[in-house]
């Protein structure tokens, strides 16, 4: 079975950038959309980023600005710049792929993001 495996969290001052990876173990085929999702502690989990196969972006306007998500098809993996970073960021990131077949979730990151 193909999990996904996040990577990139950490504790970073307000201000700062990370750099989150999201990788598929395996093949997935025909993924129609990547992207990135977090669970701040006692919050229901929110979109945050997600990107097309065509290219095409969203943003959750709190990240607006600070945040760029982006893909490598031929590797199965999904990325997510965040600059500027805030306080009100720190959470689980997860990142999700929605294939035809089959819906993939990873199983989180964290990022903690000090004042």
């Known amino acids: 079975q193909v999990h996904l495996v996040e990577s990139g969290g950490g504790l970073v001052q307000a201000g700062g950038s990370l750099r989150l990876s999201c990788a598929a173990s395996?093949?997935?085929?025909?993924?129609?959309?990547m992207a990135w999702y977090r669970q701040a502690p006692g919050k229901q989990r929110e979109s945050v980023a997600e990107?097309?196969?065509?290219?095409?972006?969203n943003y959750a306007d709190s990240v607006k600005g600070r945040f760029t998500i982006s893909r490598d098809n031929a590797k199965s993996t999904v990325f997510l710049q965040m600059n500027s970073l805030k306080p009100e960021d720190t959470a689980v990131y997860y990142c999700?792929?929605?294939?035809?077949?089959?819906?993939?979730w990873g199983k989180g990151t964290l990022v903690t993001v000090s004042s």
């Open positions: 990107i097309t196969s065509g290219g095409s972006t």
């Open positions: 395996g093949i997935i085929f025909r993924i129609n959309s």
């Open positions: 999700r792929f929605q294939a035809t077949l089959m819906d993939y």
